[in-house]
């Protein structure tokens, strides 16, 4: 399975974009790259899903590189209910067992 | 509301003792995967459930076990309890049985929080 890098923190003001990167040099042919955040002491929520290219939803967009090896979470105008941990993952297409493999994820803390 | 029901919220017991956790998924939904958050761990991987099937074991204890049944709603059950046991048990459900690709998007459950005394 792929191993993902992304910061362990960034900070943000309330209104403005951010992005979020994530690293995954050993990203295979079949696997899905696939963002979830975590408010303290609730379960991982799904945000987004992707494969190439770019990929949009009410919430967050997702883009993805021609060669695949890092992917950019962007939410835009953030306010301070984003403050939460964002989980980039690698999941494995074609076989997969289903198990996610979460790292440390990034801490973002949007202020006033 | 991601539709996965988990029971009970919080379970409160001491060393030794036995508990089950119980997880029911989203409507349509066949997958039911058990995932462990501890303070010092991160989020782990447990064991992976598919129509009543075991499809996969990720760092799961011995002293743990789990079981899916006929009506899709599984348990997890954890014996002879340790203080490290204390944690965060999420179970989360996706419609198919783990290829990837949309039809296996885990949507997870609130919780149960488990503190061993």
């Known amino acids: 399975l792929a191993k993902t890098t992304q910061p362990i923190s960034m900070d943000s003001y309330e209104g403005q974009e951010v992005n979020i990167t994530c690293s995954h040099n050993?990203?295979?042919?079949?696997?899905?790259i696939t963002w979830y955040q975590q408010f303290p002491s609730q379960g991982p929520r799904f945000i987004i899903q992707?494969?190439?290219t770019k990929v949009t939803n009410e919430v967050a967009s997702l883009f993805i590189p021609a060669d695949r090896k890092s992917s950019t979470l962007s939410l835009p105008r953030v306010s301070l209910s984003d403050t939460a941990v964002y989980y980039c993952?690698?999941?494995?297409?074609?076989?997969?067992?289903?198990?996610?493999?979460f790292g440390q994820g990034t801490t973002l803390q949007v202020k006033p | 509301d991601s539709g996965v029901t988990q029971t009970p919220k919080h379970l409160i017991t001491a060393t030794g003792q036995r508990v089950t956790l119980r997880c029911s998924p989203r409507?349509?939904?066949?997958?039911v995967y058990w995932y462990q958050q501890s303070l010092d761990q991160g989020l782990q991987f447990l064991i992976h459930?598919?129509?009543?099937?075991?499809?996969a074991k990720g760092n799961i204890l011995e002293r743990f076990s789990a079981q899916q049944f006929p009506d899709l709603h599984s348990e997890l059950n954890l014996s002879s309890l340790e203080l490290g046991d204390s944690a965060l048990y999420f179970c989360?459900?996706?419609?198919?049985?783990?290829?990837?690709?949309?039809?296996?998007?885990?949507?997870f459950g609130p919780g149960t929080r488990l503190t061993v005394l």
């Open positions: 989360a459900s996706s419609v198919g049985p783990g290829r990837g690709g949309d039809a296996d998007t885990q949507y």
């Open positions: 050993n990203i295979a042919t079949n696997d899905y």
């Open positions: 992707g494969y190439k």
């Open positions: 993952l690698v999941v494995h297409g074609s076989g997969n067992t289903g198990k996610l493999i």
């Open positions: 409507s349509g939904d066949l997958s």
């Open positions: 459930y598919y129509n009543g099937e075991e499809r």
